[in-house]
T-cell receptor, first 114, second 111 residues
Framework: DVKVTQSSRYLVKRTGEKVFLECVQD?????MFWYRQDPGLGLRLIYF???????EKGDIPEGYSVSREKKERFSLILESASTNQTSMYLC?????????????FGNGTRLTVT | KNQVEQSPQSLIILEGKNCTLQ??????????LRWYKQDTGRGPVSLTI?????NTKSNGRYTATLDADTKQSSLHITASQLSDSASYIC??????????FGSGTKLNVKP
């Protein structure tokens, strides 16, 4: 079965800290995504990657960066965490060839920045 | 502007009752529409996916409909169970493989 694993379910960090959120998928998917989910706003795309070492900005990339050194791993980096980055972060992956293929999500990381 | 709007925002129903969730979209060019279920503290899981030519698709007690002319979709849940309590998210894709998310409907099924 498809599996997307996010390394932490809950994280509490202080303002100004550098934060790493890790995501690993075991499906050999080309595409990987990072979203944040806030009440009433739905999922908003931060960054996505369609291949190793490739990355594209999503709708809200400010304050974030990403790294994709291996096909199965996509990391989200908060260079200097701020309180407005307190949110649920969801990683997802999908196949390129199958335009009908679903986004497969991890269980999320709930980040609190104090 | 490509948008996806869902209604209602939240819904409370009694166990065993039916309910219908709505999704209206303005995404163009339209490729497909998906409904996801998100349990509390978990990631969304796909329920159904429909293309332009499909107007109904079922997955157990879940039935999704699509009217591509009016750009509306609905998700009907039959004989609700406590385990149906979750958020339901409508996601529309365009022909460039970009996903547009609704803000979800939070369903609470009470015994």
């Amino acid at each position: 079965d498809v599996k997307v694993t996010q390394s932490s379910r809950y994280l509490v960090k202080r303002t100004g800290e550098k934060v790493f959120l890790e995501c690993v998928q075991d499906m050999d998917h080309e595409n990987m995504f990072w979203y944040r989910q806030d009440p009433g706003l739905g999922l908003r795309l931060i960054y996505f990657s369609y291949d190793v070492k490739m990355k594209e900005k999503g709708d809200i990339p400010e304050g974030y960066s990403v790294s994709r050194e291996k096909k199965e791993r996509f990391s989200l980096i908060l260079e200097s965490a701020s309180t407005n980055q307190t949110s649920m972060y969801l990683c997802a992956s999908s196949l390129t060839e199958s335009y009908l293929g679903s986004l497969h999500f991890g269980n999320g990381t709930r980040l609190t920045v104090t | 502007k490509n948008q996806v709007e869902q209604s209602p925002q939240s819904l409370i129903i009694l166990e065993g009752k039916n309910c219908t969730l709505q999704c209206n979209y303005t995404v163009s060019p339209f490729s497909n529409l998906r409904w996801y279920k998100q349990d509390t503290g978990r990631g969304p899981v796909s329920l159904t996916i429909m293309t332009f030519s499909e107007n109904t698709k079922s997955n157990g007690r879940y039935t999704a409909t699509l009217d591509a002319d009016t750009k509306q979709s609905s998700l009907h849940i039959t004989a609700s169970q406590l385990s149906d309590s979750a958020s339901y998210i409508c996601v529309v894709s365009d022909n460039f493989n970009k996903f547009y998310f609704g803000s979800g409907t939070k369903l609470n099924v009470k015994p």
